[in-house]
């Protein structure tokens, strides 16, 4: 099972088109939505500190409002992440990715098209 960014890396690439590059914040905002549904999906229990991941938190903080029912000394991903601004963020980035795809891969349907 390939990660869900290489497989669409290899659909353009079958379909000789350039990839959508890693810097692009479309890009960027899909790889951490990943990143995140699978710390949320592999979930483990933070008693110890050293099963966080710093580097995930770091690249979500300040993406979308954080839930304003958790201070701020609450768990950060489970916990402060889960707010109707982390829904908008993670809608609003899929909405934004597949547009970029259908762009770049020629294969625009008539329904996506009216939203571009």
């Not at 966080?52 to 903080?61: C, I, N, P, Q």
Request: charged letters at 30%; glycine letters at 4%; one cysteine or more.
């Amino acid at each position: 099972m390939k990660p869900v960014l290489e497989k669409y890396r290899r659909a353009l690439a079958l379909l000789k088109k350039p990839p959508i590059p890693r810097n692009q914040q479309v890009r960027e905002d899909i790889a951490l939505l990943v990143g995140l549904r699978n710390y949320l999906i592999h979930f483990k229990p933070l008693w110890d500190e050293e099963r966080r991941d710093a580097k995930l938190e770091l690249a979500l903080a300040g993406r979308f409002p954080l839930s304003p029912f958790m201070d701020t000394g609450a768990e950060f991903i489970a916990k402060q992440c889960m707010s109707a601004g982390c829904a908008h963020w993670a809608v609003d980035s899929v909405a934004k990715f597949v547009q970029e795809f259908h762009r770049k891969s020629g294969l625009m349907p008539d329904t996506l098209r009216q939203f571009c």
